[in-house]
């Protein structure tokens, strides 16, 4: 099968994507088994991740994710039926 760079790249990152959201998934689990409360689990991963992305990339980069988060909420991106698939 031939695929040109663009679509093995897209592959690439979806499959990696893939395994984020799973990986997630068992820890958000994980916590709630726990007893951690959601949004006590939520603020934390959002505190890690950004404080992440801003160490990598800057401020700009994590200001510019914040903003699509936004956008995709706005859209209903996250509603139940339609979480990152």
């Known amino acids: 099968m031939n695929?040109?760079?663009t679509d093995l790249d897209?592959?690439?990152a979806y499959e990696k994507k893939?395994?984020?959201?799973?990986?997630?998934?068992e820890a958000?689990?994980?916590?709630?088994?726990?007893?951690i409360e959601p949004e006590i689990l939520a603020e934390a991963a959002f505190a890690n991740a950004l404080t992440e992305l801003v160490r990598r990339t800057g401020e700009d980069?994590?200001?510019?994710l914040?903003?699509?988060?936004?956008?995709?909420?706005?859209?209903?991106e996250f509603l139940p039926n339609r979480v990152l698939q």
């Not at 980069?61 to 510019?64: S, Y």
């Open 3 to 5: 695929h040109a760079p």
């Open 28 to 35: 958000w689990a994980d916590g709630i088994s726990e007893g």
């Open 66 to 76: 914040l903003d699509k988060l936004r956008e995709q909420i706005i859209a209903g």
């Open 61 to 64: 980069a994590a200001l510019g």
């Open 10 to 12: 897209e592959l690439i």
């Open 18 to 25: 893939q395994a984020a959201i799973e990986y997630q998934h």
